[in-house]
């Protein structure tokens, strides 16, 4: 059978490095290009000595005519506002595109201009109708046909999914949901600085952007999305538009680890619930989704138990003493909440089996 | 001048041990026994070989007889429910006591037995209206004149002092706080567990006991008391037994390090708010307390800064978007969230200058 | 196909674990019993959350006759002196064995008593003349025919492999061999213990057992093979036996880290040789070796570099200034140094590929 | 009592910031200024927040004589060749220097300029003959004495200190010596390298700099002084001089921790000799030196023990198989190996006493 031609671009930094890592196990895939603008001329196994024995590719520079004639579908592991100046080139001549970037995740050009603080062009905005959100557990069907996946940020994926079934089956109240998430250092990247520098960085913890991480119009677009279609259908735009929306108070923090998140979210109960019903909410939500698995209390996700694989672990108590459900979702941000996320989209978009080259 | 004769009962846990390592180098404290169930009979520099060349003491075990004898202040570092059975027939001797158990931070005895499901002997019932709740910054003057002095819990102290000023000042709603606390693993003590073997902690971060953890009570009691005494005097605990105490909801979560706890609070304004009036706040209210450091917004504070240090940090943000105020306190578990508070309320009780011997 | 039968005694140890874990996705294994005193009547899910939504199995109590009833081989991790309780009856069932205690590696039943503390009965002690070393890279062809299998140490895996192609080809003097070694804290098991506290472990670092280390017979046996086959032929074990055997200084070392064994050897050129010479060597002795990855100097392997793979990392430098060379060996200790080793010794004696379920 | 006027250039890498925070807290010392090229203009506090509440003092650039003018003595914490621009000036004014680099710890020129590339001036190779190596367990009176002290490097603290006594002795060959040394990350310094980056170096372990690291030359210079002055007075450069120095064979490692070296060293033993008689022989050395502590077999020191003190810990164990002695010698690298020692050889050049301020 025709391998299906993958290309990355942005190859050597922790996502893209990522999905070529995936990539190389995965039995229907070729790997194309591997693009990185600073390595360009190494060999992958020289940048990345990990690779050795496994992948004698080398980085090459960006040539997007030859990207496109040769890949059926490419990875964008490019920084926010950079992919939309290659997305567009790359659908125009047929090729299909993941973008791991934030810049076709928010439907409505403005909030993404007030978020990044930049725009789009007139050929980027165009695309944002036909861009898919590509949270499979979310929108599988219309990932299956869609040449544009935007692929969710990390904190967006674990708190998406962990409180997703409360809000579409309507048994927590929209208002005053708090996020407290916390991160391992990949999530940061590559990139230097000194907050990442080991010797600052090791046996630290603390909060940072506490104030508007711009992970948050992508949680509440899909939030409030979700919320509302649980309710009357389709017109939660419109409810978003005109201030109805759902808005969270989210708090990320740096774990002084190298992968995984855990959200833990606070949510108030509509009415009085048993932790028995909630499950069976979760159970029914998730019965077809193969990369989550729910914890039955009293048992509670730990980051260590998503860390390598491409699941989300979810968990939840009900704290009666206050009216309140606490939610527990973890995932591996490199794979779920980046790469292996993004292999899963791929899959879908291909027809492949969801969970091929993902068993990790 | 004659130096305080001081002992440890319990010297071989984690707090105990930091208590001796304060002590040592404390220029107005003798120590006399440090007492040791499972090493009595060994040097403390062979349990503990960080104490070659600066102690030179045997471990003993614990007889009341002499330690009353021979101490004027004795610290209890023993489990909870276990210092109940010691600290009555020391106070008889007229030593004073500062208990690190939880065994009489409760006012009420029902709410204890509630908790800890054991009860006081009416002995030991009978000396709970005089023991004071050992946070300085809040009963400098009832510890100064006190016997007994219920040393407050690791994360309590994160707790209060993070919020105090606002509850005092009544800024914000007494409802619906949340707190998402973050602590190193020296706050689950020396015994040994799976939760704790290396290979299972390391590059780990779960919740646990994300229901009814037994420092809620504490931290209920001493909000409401400060709540209700700032808006008018002393008839809080009436409140408090009628049910319209404060209520917190609160989330502790393991971090793989070695020291400190972060909290974080959400608490909902009572009205809109600069940052600067809330600084004006914090300052107002810890002007005299030399282990409070109030961070001004944007800077927050993290654990590396306060761990080694008996200081509790403090910072803070107004989320408009929601608002909502988002409190960061900062401390060192084993200092002032145990050994250093419990050596700066002997210093109190003592009449030495409040931070001698602390200032690491 | 039919595929392998196998089952894993000892199930729940950090190495039975990792064995089931490789297993669960190997192409021709059906996994039969797994079993575990500690705690059989559980889910191994139960025991292992990570193996949720992967493995749905009962742990059993050990039933010799039903284990080697079903299955075509089985794995005993079990402590020293206890495999070999049970080695003899499998075999004698027609049960392959692949043992992961020491209790086969040393081929003089005298050695091995005066290391462990305990003898071979007659039976146990008539299985050490059939039982090959599985090190798959010295004893392929011996592997591939035997129905007991001793695999190797972690520290001895590392250690033979990084220094085997420079004392089979005499590159080296076999007197003054020293190796430091580092390990992980999984090396040292689940067993709990102060010294693997994570309070007590984390961010420190020691030596331990830095004389007699209880790997150190295993090593000289194999090394002192090595070399004396390269000049003479079979005769080595006279040699080693009139006490012309290679002794090696061994000193192992803690790592504040879950997993990877990086291993430093030095030793003394026998004559002065370059570099590439030496690489030449290397990859001569390794030319069908396909978990060892050799670093052409100046690179040198990393513990991050082989954790997570089977595979040994390998690389050198020579120090002219003391004709010396230094050798840096690297595994992940739960895989070539353990699990990893063990089922490429089932894929080489059930006729697979060497590789087969081993690509992580 | 006047106080000590002392000022520190380059207050802001670890070292420098390591001083500051040591002499805020000592007795007989006033801080004038603190040189930043890079922070030059920011409150102290505003680079470091721990420094909050504690030190309220700007970061100044490098001006030469208002320092010499304002200061008594002058910690030069700069990178290696850059000290011996600086050095000369200071002294000239009549400041003593301790300088943290390596430009005056080699008595020889031109084995200063092999290793560090760069030669010294007319001016700075004049002070080379009154520069002391300010080891003050060997040099404790030459220190007293001196205006410039060349402060020790890290790794040859720990070694130099952990073998003298076997060299000094003639208990151990001088040939042969093997140093196999691990330091945490704040050796290799405040300035970002993807090395050092927290996702890049945590749970790693590997060697670096393993042919040729520039600590080798002082290393070897100092214990040839010992062993030849052991033997036969002070005609030991000649020795070396004439290739009869003593060589030895080092490696470091990069450990993923914050602090502390350890250093296992590898001697042959002269002749077969007891634990005991070797232990005399430590304990009589070390016998007026507050800062070394000889752990007696089978004791053996560990980073955790002297992380945050001033010690040297050293344990040996003597491996009769192989005629060996291991030496097992560790510091703080920050401090013992740095500035905690730079502030013991400032005692001594001021007549404090030797530990004043160092008592943590």
Redesign the interface.
């Known amino acids: 059978m025709r391998k299906l031609k993958a290309s990355v671009i942005g190859a050597t930094g922790?996502t893209g490095k990522e999905i070529v890592r995936i990539l190389i196990?995965h039995p229907q895939v070729e790997l194309v290009y591997l693009t990185s603008s600073t390595y360009a001329g190494k060999k992958v196994a020289e940048v990345f000595?990990?690779f050795?024995?496994k992948l004698d590719q080398e980085l090459v520079n960006l040539d997007l005519e030859t990207v496109s004639r040769d890949s059926d579908l490419v990875f964008t592991a490019l920084p926010h506002t950079v992919s939309m100046e290659v997305a567009p080139a790359l659908l125009r001549k047929g090729v299909k595109v993941i973008d791991l970037s934030a810049d076709y995740r928010l439907k409505d050009p403005v909030v993404y201009q007030e978020w990044y603080k930049k725009g789009h062009n007139q050929l980027s905005k165009g695309l944002l109708a036909q861009a898919v959100y590509g949270l499979p557990e979310i929108y599988f069907d219309k990932i299956k046909g869609s040449s544009l996946v935007a692929n969710p940020g990390c904190y967006p994926t674990s708190i998406i999914l962990g409180v997703a079934p409360l809000l579409k089956y309507h048994l927590v109240k929209p208002e005053?949901i708090?996020i407290?998430a916390?991160s391992?250092?990949?999530g940061?990247g590559?990139k230097?600085?000194?907050d990442?520098?080991?010797?600052?960085?090791?046996?630290?913890?603390?909060?940072y952007k506490?104030?508007g991480h711009n992970h948050i119009p992508e949680i509440e677009q899909e939030l409030s999305s979700i919320y509302f279609k649980g309710n009357k259908g389709e017109n939660n735009i419109q409810d978003i538009k005109e201030g109805r929306g759902i808005?969270?108070?989210f708090?990320p923090?740096l774990?002084?680890?190298?992968?995984?998140i855990?959200s833990?979210g606070?949510l108030t109960l509509e009415e009085s619930k048993e932790e028995g019903e909630v499950l069976e909410a979760y159970q029914k939500f998730y019965q077809k989704a193969?990369f989550v698995?729910i914890?039955e209390p009293p048992?509670?996700?730990?980051?260590?138990?998503a860390?390598?694989?491409n699941?989300c672990d979810i968990g939840f108590?009900?704290?009666k003493?206050?009216s309140?459900i606490?939610i527990?979702s973890v995932i591996d941000n490199l794979l779920k909440g980046a790469a292996g996320q993004a292999v899963q989209n791929m899959n879908i978009m291909s027809g492949f089996p969801e969970t091929e080259g993902l068993?990790?």
Chains 1, 2, 3, 4 share one sequence.
């Not at 048992?299 to 138990?305: A, C, N, Q, V």
């Open positions: 922790y196990n000595p990990e050795r024995s005053g708090i407290d916390k391992g250092t990949t940061a590559r230097l600085s000194l990442l520098h080991f010797s600052e960085c090791n046996e630290n913890f603390k909060a506490i104030i808005k969270i108070s708090t923090h774990l002084p680890i190298s992968r995984g855990l833990t606070y193969p698995r914890f048992y509670l996700p730990e980051i260590k138990l860390v390598g694989t699941y108590r009900i704290d003493r206050v309140q606490k527990i068993n990790f």
